[in-house]
């Protein structure tokens, strides 16, 4: 196994569940993605943008581009559920293959988080990305759950079940 094996399965799964969220949400009622929901980043779609860009944020820096090219807030808000399912799955695709190859050096590489003037190392970076769209993903599944739809269970055995 690779220096990042457990990293590499990790972001296979959150691939997985970041997948299941978008197809709930282009399920649900339109309205519903929206409206004003509490718990979230003001609307369901807005929390889903933020996760999506910030996976985007972070996808940059393990590849050393600059994060200035973003797309900014507002357009990523701008994006229908179809589109930032789309990228999300793409940047799944680009996590999973820069960690295949990824070394030790490569996982203790400083990388500088601009928005808090601060450096983590690129094992960091990449955990921080778990956590961060696992937060998200749980807020979007609640606030869509408060209003009566079906909201799925994202455990990584449900995932190994599906597979097997």
């Known amino acids: 196994m690779n220096a990042a094996g457990d ?3 990790l972001f296979r799964y959150n691939t997985w569940a970041n ?6 949400c282009a399920e649900a ?18 929390t889903l943008a933020h996760l999506t860009r910030m996976e985007e944020a972070y996808c940059a820096l393990l590849q050393k581009d600059s994060v200035a090219p973003m797309e900014s807030r507002e357009a990523f808000e701008s994006r229908d559920v179809a589109a930032l399912g ?6 799944g ?8 190859t990824a070394t030790p050096e490569d996982l203790r590489r400083r990388l500088p988080i601009t928005w808090l ?4 190392s690129a094992r960091e970076a990449l955990l921080q990305v778990l956590s961060h769209s696992a937060q998200h993903r749980s807020q979007v599944l609640s606030a869509l ?13 449900l995932l190994l079940q599906q597979e097997r």
């Open 19 to 24: 997948s299941r969220v978008c197809e709930t």
């Open 29 to 46: 009622d339109p309205q519903l993605l929206t409206m004003p929901a509490p718990g979230t980043i003001g609307t369901v779609l807005a």
């Open 145 to 157: 759950g408060a209003h009566g739809v079906d909201v799925p269970d994202l455990d990584y055995v």
């Open 7 to 9: 990293l590499l399965e």
């Open 93 to 100: 695709t680009t996590f999973q293959a820069w960690l295949q």
């Open 86 to 91: 789309r990228r999300l799955a793409e940047l």
């Open 117 to 120: 003037d601060f450096e983590v």
